[in-house]
């Protein structure tokens, strides 16, 4: 590896016991087994120097896992994505103030693309020949476009069940989109298995996930900023794998420990579907183990049955006073429908799962409506189109006359 291929990256820190090993494909510490995940020696770092980069992740490139000259190499530029005002969903909902974090707009509609650019970063690195992921559908989407802008070979691989739209928003990316029969734990466990025995092959979400799951961190970096450099009283964060909500939570810490924000007390809540819900069960029975499931639920892109960080989201949310909550998959589908028609924002199932969850949580009285509230929007509602299908639709069809249209009772 050239020097200064992981920025101030310098080493890779078990989040079990602690054990550091040198940066490299690696994600499993070799004493514990635990999860590995960046450690850094920051430099010091100012507002202004963040506010003069460009506008995407690469602003905060010397918190990140990339070399200094990452905006050389062809990628995707994603994030720094727009911040919402959610006063009409606000009023409705009873929160005073209330934001949307939009991550539909990034390049493939998904928060993904930032994950994807730092592990594709790091695929570089490593000298990886093939850029790979098993995925829910948005992973899929962001490896396959970044992919083919790196020019560099792409195999995704995808439960055979995965909604259409998602699918096809791969496949034009790439000819390796492998449909495999099982839900998105077998598709992963295929994954950990060739990744084992093919060399040259980056896995975004396996041998080089510490690296991938550090792009999450820059939606923290932005809400903080876009906040104007302060943290939110409580934020709702959308559970599959758990990687994000840990993420936002460690972007939030380093920024504080950086001096760039106040340090506060926050909340941070997990927003899960009922019918792959493990996270937000063991939240609710007091316990710290997951037991892992079989998902059911149309809320696919959270549909991840055996949580890899879902343990530390557990400690997350009950270290900052948050919680961990599941809603029905008719819940979601209203969710949907009520952030559109508030807030001009076609939100995906996870969406709807994070906005149906923040409803719940004010009905229940776990979330204060008085406090300053963020929640996360990860992916764009033409994705998950057969979700609400049904729900939506013309109000009438009339003859081309004004008589029809009174006749109508449209006003």
């Known amino acids: ?37 960046i450690a850094y020696d920051f430099p010091r770092i100012t507002r202004e120097e963040i506010e003069a980069g460009p506008r995407n992740i690469w602003r905060y490139k010397a ?42 707009t990034n390049p493939t509609n998904s928060f993904k693309d930032r994950v994807v650019a730092c592990a594709l970063s790091a695929a570089r690195e490593l000298g990886a020949k093939v850029f790979a992921c098993p ?3 948005n992973l899929a989407n962001a490896v396959a476009a970044a992919g083919a802008r790196a020019g560099i070979r792409t195999v995704v691989f995808i439960p055979s069940n995965l909604e259409q739209p998602k ?8 000819d390796s989109l492998v449909a ?6 077998d598709v992963n466990k295929l994954a950990s298995e060739i990744a084992g025995e093919e060399d040259g092959w980056a896995f975004v979400n396996v041998n080089v996930r510490p690296y991938y799951a550090e792009g999450s961190k820059t939606l923290g970096y932005e809400i903080a900023e876009q906040l104007g450099w302060r943290l939110p009283d409580q934020i709702v964060i959308p559970v599959a794998s758990g990687s994000q909500l840990t993420k936002v939570h460690k972007a939030f810490q380093e920024l504080v420990r950086l001096g760039l924000v106040e340090d506060k007390p926050y909340k ?11 996270v937000s069960v063991a939240y609710k029975a007091g316990v710290d183990a997951i037991r892992p499931v079989k998902p059911d639920t149309i809320a696919k892109s959270l549909a991840i049955g055996n949580p890899a960080d879902g343990i530390y989201v557990l ?26 028609r508030t807030e001009g924002v076609f939100t995906e199932t996870a ?33 998950t189109l057969d979700a609400i299908s049904d729900r939506v639709g013309p109000v009438a069809t009339i003859a081309p006359s004004y008589a029809a249209f009174t006749d109508a009772g449209i006003v």
């Open 63 to 104: 918190l990140l896992p990339v070399p200094t000259d990452i905006e050389q190499s062809p990628n995707m530029e994603p994030g720094f994505t727009r911040l919402l005002r959610a006063d009409n969903l606000g009023r409705e909902l009873g929160i005073a103030t209330l934001w949307v974090k939009d991550d539909s």
């Open 1 to 37: 590896m050239r020097e200064g291929a992981f920025g101030n990256a310098t080493a890779l820190a078990c989040r079990e016991c602690g054990q550091q090993v040198a940066l490299g494909p690696f994600y499993a510490c070799p004493e514990c087994f635990g999860p590995l995940e």
């Open 167 to 174: 699918q096809v928003n791969s496949a034009v990316y790439t």
């Open 180 to 185: 495999v029969d099982g839900n998105y734990d």
């Open 135 to 137: 995925s829910t559908g």
């Open 315 to 340: 400690d997350i949310c009950r270290q900052t006073g948050g919680a961990v909550e599941d809603v029905t998959d008719d819940q979601v589908r209203d969710a949907i429908v009520l952030l559109a």
């Open 268 to 278: 941070v809540f997990g927003a899960q579907a009922e019918g792959c819900s493990p």
């Open 351 to 383: 969406g709807g799962t994070t906005v149906a969850v923040l409803r719940k949580l004010v009905e229940t009285g776990q979330l204060d409506p008085e406090l300053e509230t963020v929640v996360i929007n990860t992916g764009h509602g033409l994705k």
